[in-house]
């Protein structure tokens, strides 16, 4: 089940990545996901930390913890259990719209 449900949150978080300005890469294998933020797609420089600090608060506040790393923190790591659900990956999936969506909002 973990391949196939991290397929198909690869192919939604691969979705995102293609609407959003500030999500400059998703790559992953399984359950193990990584999602580069950055300050916009042509640059490529890494999303400033309390940009990353303000999306990650809001998937929090709604219930989605995802980690943070990588080399200048500005990737999420999404790594959830092995019983995740198609389900819970939609609702995934739209809490971090949600909160791509709000922090685009504040943005401009």
């Known amino acids: 089940r973990s391949a196939d449900v991290g397929t198909y949150f690869l192919e939604e978080l691969v979705k995102i990545r293609d609407e959003y300005e500030v999500v400059g890469d998703v790559r992953g294998k399984g359950l193990m996901i990584g999602v580069e933020m950055v300050k916009d797609k042509e640059s490529r420089k890494p999303l400033a930390g309390e940009d990353m600090s303000a999306i990650w608060e809001t998937t929090k506040d ?47």
């Not at 389900?87 to 943005?107: E, G, M, P, Q, S």
């Open 62 to 108: 709604l219930g989605v913890l995802f980690g943070k790393g990588g080399l200048h923190g500005n990737c999420f790591r999404v790594k959830p259990p092995m019983c995740i659900t198609r389900a819970d990956t939609d609702y995934a999936i739209a809490v971090f719209r949600a909160a791509l969506d709000k922090f685009n909002a504040t943005r401009k």
